[in-house]
């Protein structure tokens, strides 16, 4: 029986490099192959797994500049907007977020792509004339250091369960 | 060691495969297929990629709180303290991404736990550490389809 928690603590720190990375994963859960296998296709048919494969580094590969676009929309356009920005392939998130006031009154967030600011810049102005957005409040925060990027680890195993506790 | 790779497979490689990886019991061998190099080419190359820091892993991404908790959050960091206060949240488990930006909220990191109570209990130890407040931004709506992210290398036909 595959037990899916044992399989996510794996799972979540890529695939292993070898012949049948499945086969692996179940012997370290105590599973078979085949169920691994079935049980990732349902994970990814219940949208649990929103992508399997390759995950790159952008900065790495000469996409330097991240802008993270904020906006404050009217509640009654915010699911407008955020499908409508999310739907540009340079866009690679749109999420609604709670406004903290009065510190924070943005409740979209979109994160735009690009090799430099002027690219990321073009992209922008480019949703804001395609979404009909002109008259939205918005601000743009470019990344200028990465300190860390590295997957999600959602479950951590034993020995690293205590920190910051 | 490994072989030199064409730009164009190089292309293939990392921007036809960030979804639809095969669920077949041999994954890379129907991969290196497609790409026409052996599974042994291939699981080096991969490998070599990794170690670089081009790719970070091969592997899932999860839908954000589907799987535990997980939260955007933001400090206004005083400059001359930025990067001490930068390393204490990287060194944290459950911090992935970790970013300095252009606002005077200007550290933004996601935090990921198993459970609300615990992500909670994380951002609290790190505002007792820090002697900061800590903005947290949990999703409430995702409206994009994560289709990976659109590679233009030089020399790729589509760019």
Redesign the interface.
């Known amino acids: 029986m595959l037990d899916e928690r044992q399989l996510?603590t794996v799972?979540?720190?890529?695939?292993p490099?070898?012949?049948?990375?499945?086969?692996t994963i179940a012997e370290q859960i105590g599973s078979t192959?085949q169920e691994v296998?079935d049980h990732?296709?349902q994970?990814q048919q219940r949208?649990?797994?929103?992508?399997?494969?390759?995950?790159?580094?952008?900065r790495?590969?000469?996409?330097q500049s991240n802008g993270?676009v904020v906006w404050d929309i009217p509640d009654d356009r915010v699911?407008e907007l955020?499908?409508c920005?999310?739907k540009f392939?340079?866009?690679?998130?749109?999420?609604?977020?709670?406004r903290?006031l009065p510190?924070?009154p943005y409740n979209l967030?979109c994160m735009i792509?690009g090799h430099d600011r002027e690219d990321v810049m073009r992209n922008l102005a480019q949703m804001i004339d395609s979404c009909q957005a002109g008259n939205i409040p918005h601000?743009i925060?470019?990344?200028?250091?990465?300190?860390?990027?590295?997957?999600?680890?959602?479950?951590?195993d034993q020995t690293?369960a205590g920190?910051?506790? | 060691m490994h072989p030199v790779h064409s730009q164009q497979q190089l292309y293939r490689?990392?921007n036809d495969?960030?979804?639809?990886?095969p669920?077949?019991?041999?994954?890379?061998?129907d991969m290196a297929a497609k790409l026409g190099m052996s599974?042994t080419e291939l699981?080096e190359w991969?490998?070599a990629l990794?170690d670089?820091?081009?790719?970070?892993?091969?592997?899932?991404?999860?839908?954000?709180n589907?799987?535990?908790a997980?939260t955007?959050a933001?400090m206004a960091v005083p400059e001359t303290r930025l990067q001490t206060v930068?390393?204490l949240?990287?060194s944290?488990?459950?911090?992935?991404?970790?970013?300095?930006?252009?606002?005077h909220?200007n550290l933004?990191?996601?935090v990921?736990?198993?459970n609300e109570t615990r992500l909670e209990?994380?951002l609290r130890?790190?505002e007792q550490r820090s002697g900061l407040r800590v903005?947290s931004?949990?999703?409430?709506?995702?409206?994009?389809?994560?289709?990976?992210?659109?590679?233009q290398?030089a020399g790729n036909p589509h760019a």
């Not at chain 1, 949208?47 to 952008?58: A, N």
């Not at chain 2, 670089?52 to 954000?64: C, L």
């Not at chain 2, 944290?92 to 606002?103: A, D, I, L, W």
């Not at chain 2, 999703?139 to 994009?144: A, L, Q, R, V």
Request: aromatic share 14%; net charge neutral; charged share 20%.
């Open positions: 996510l799972l979540q720190h890529g695939l490099l070898v012949s049948r990375p499945y086969a192959e296998i990732i296709a994970m949208g649990d797994i929103k992508r399997f494969g390759v995950v790159v580094r952008h790495k590969l000469g996409y993270m699911d955020g499908v920005f999310g392939e340079f866009v690679n998130l749109s999420y609604r977020r709670p903290r510190d924070w967030f792509h601000a925060l470019f990344s200028t250091e990465c300190y860390k990027q590295r997957g999600a680890v959602y479950i951590h690293a920190h910051g506790a | 490689l990392l495969f960030q979804h639809d990886f669920l077949s019991p041999t994954p890379y061998a599974e699981l991969l490998k990794q670089e820091g081009s790719i970070s892993r091969i592997g899932a991404v999860f839908r954000p589907r799987i535990g997980s955007l933001a930068a390393d949240i990287s944290y488990p459950s911090v992935n991404h970790n970013y300095k930006r252009e606002h909220f933004w990191f996601v990921t736990a198993e209990s994380i130890d790190m903005l931004l949990p999703m409430e709506k995702d409206y994009h389809i994560d289709l990976g992210f659109p590679l290398l």
